[in-house]
């Protein structure tokens, strides 16, 4: 193993009606929004025919910010598979073993990966002849009731002109923190959560396993625009469900080109492993919501499998984007002026005198201004709201990307002032403040507890409490085995008294 340590609301409603369809548009394949676990599930994350089928190679967002409590490092999450129900048992939710899932670094703003950071994982079944992800009550990532392992390898791939110029293995067989199967299985996972924080030699951080979903959105468009009267708003569809991360704290020198060019493009990709062995790249993203809702579905697959030196071949679907005309058509708000120049500057280019590299090439990136230290009260608005240390320079966990991208794709920066949002201010679980600063995955066992149990007890000793005679004391198992021992008597005497029923029914001439 490489050497790693462990450290242990009017205009406003009307917004919400507008921003759930922005987040929503790319979603022609993918069905009806849902309100909570359990139903059939659509998402702004599903946003291209081909990887809507795919969900392990769907990566769902990407977020990088200087670190808060580290100023001089930078920390990039980048999710996978939408959607996780947390009770979505016996099969949990994995990183595919035939994906590598990468992280890519532009730091001179050529469009070309200079960086290259690659997780790919492996699965280890201790027991193959049950179908439990765990056999018992875990207490750590090494517990032998921990059925269902996964770890990970990580490579830096140094870049130039996109020629390989040196391959090193960072870090190998890192734990990942496992799905949060309920309180009977996990009963403390937030340790889980903190034996999965690895420390590297480099003075970077790595993390990989599930959390709850960070992106925070009304995405119930497609129940007739909002319930056909606007009674269905301000509501996080994504509330309850869980996604698999990587995270990834790194001293910012490591990345940058120099003190004097601190601006670092950023954005991740999935590639799958075919039959023949080759790899080939499945899934893209760098901002958010530019697939959903700038491209249209001829070329949402195209984007998922090309690279930003190409993105000229889009240039297009920004200038001259669908969303503002469809707004207009049915609430006749007039839509910006075309071209969309204003939208190429903040989505291709990097907002001039912040997160714009010089001679930059323009291409879908999530860029971030290194050298710009972290506020002590972040605005969810980011840079629309004067906070330079936000959206759309980089992302942090906090900010509203529906609420921004939507005042911008409304001509925001071209004078035409709106407050339009979707209601959804917040994520509805708090953010960590210190790494990986994901809030913890939502439980499996998240519902209401049995009837007679309570929430401090363990599973067996609430069953026993359950079945436990009101005013009996004592922590013997003796009650359990009685009234179990009971039961059964009880059970036979019913099957007995069936049995006799049923003979006496077939002598009868009817």
């Not at 795919?54 to 999710?79: E, G, L, M």
């Not at 008597?489 to 002598?507: D, N, P």
Request: aromatic content about 8%; hydrophobic content about 35%.
């Amino acid at each position: 193993m490489t050497p790693i340590s462990r450290s242990g609301a009017g205009r406003r409603s009307f917004a919400t009606l507008v921003c759930g369809a922005l987040a929503a548009g790319g979603l022609a394949a993918a069905g009806v929004a849902t309100l909570e676990p359990g139903a059939a599930s659509a998402s702004s994350h599903r946003e291209a025919p081909l990887i809507s089928g795919q969900p392990q190679y769907d990566n769902t967002d990407v977020y990088a910010f200087v670190s808060p409590d580290h100023p001089d490092s930078t920390t990039i999450i980048a999710n996978w598979i939408p959607f996780e129900d947390p009770a979505g048992g016996p099969n949990f939710f994995t990183f595919a073993d035939d994906a590598q899932y990468d992280l890519h670094i532009d730091n001179n703003g050529d469009a070309q990966g200079d960086l290259l950071i690659r997780y790919t994982f492996k699965t280890h079944t201790k027991n193959k002849k049950t179908f439990l992800y765990n056999t018992g009550a875990v207490t750590s990532l090494n517990d032998p009731d921990l059925n269902i392992t996964q770890t990970y390898d990580i490579d830096l791939v140094k870049l130039h002109d996109q020629k390989v110029m040196s391959s090193t293995k960072i870090a190998d067989d890192v734990p990942v923190a496992p799905s949060n199967v309920g309180k009977a299985s996990m009963p403390d996972y937030n340790t889980l959560r903190k034996q999965a924080i690895y420390k590297l030699s480099s003075g970077a951080q790595t993390f990989a396993g599930q959390a709850d979903d960070p992106f925070f959105l009304d995405l119930r468009v497609f129940d007739l625009l909002y319930g056909g009267n606007l009674s269905e708003v301000g509501r996080d569809t994504l509330k309850g469900y869980n996604v698999n991360s990587i995270a990834l704290q790194v001293p910012t020198k490591m990345i940058t080109e120099s003190s004097h060019q601190p601006v670092v493009g950023i954005w991740s990709t999935t590639q799958r492993r075919n039959a023949q062995g080759y790899y080939s790249q499945v899934s893209r993203l760098g901002n958010p919501l530019v697939n959903e809702v700038v491209n249209p579905i001829g070329d949402k697959d195209k984007f998922n499998a090309s690279a930003p030196w190409d993105d000229a071949q889009f240039l297009k679907n920004v200038t001259n984007p669908e969303l503002p005309k469809l707004i207009e058509g049915i609430y006749k708000i007039k839509a910006p002026a075309e071209p969309r120049n204003d939208l190429v500057d903040v989505f291709l280019k990097g907002v001039k005198g912040l997160n714009q590299p010089p001679n930059g090439r323009p291409s879908e990136e999530l860029r971030l201004n290194t050298s710009i230290k972290p506020t002590a009260s972040p605005k969810r608005l980011g840079v629309l709201d004067g906070d330079n240390a936000g959206f759309p320079n980089g992302r942090r966990l906090t900010d509203d990307v529906i609420d921004a991208s939507l005042q911008v794709v409304e001509g925001e920066l071209v004078g035409s002032k709106n407050d339009l949002g979707d209601a959804v201010d917040k994520n509805d679980k708090k953010f960590g403040h210190s790494f990986p600063y994901l809030a913890n995955p939502t439980a499996g066992s998240r519902g209401k507890l049995a009837k007679g149990t309570s929430g401090g007890n363990d599973v067996r000793n609430q069953l026993g409490d359950a079945l436990q005679p009101a005013g009996v004391s004592g922590s013997s198992d003796t009650p359990l085995i009685a009234a179990s021992a009971g039961a059964g008597a009880i059970g036979v005497l019913l099957i007995g008294g069936a049995l006799m029923w049923w003979r006496r029914m077939r002598g009868r001439a009817y």
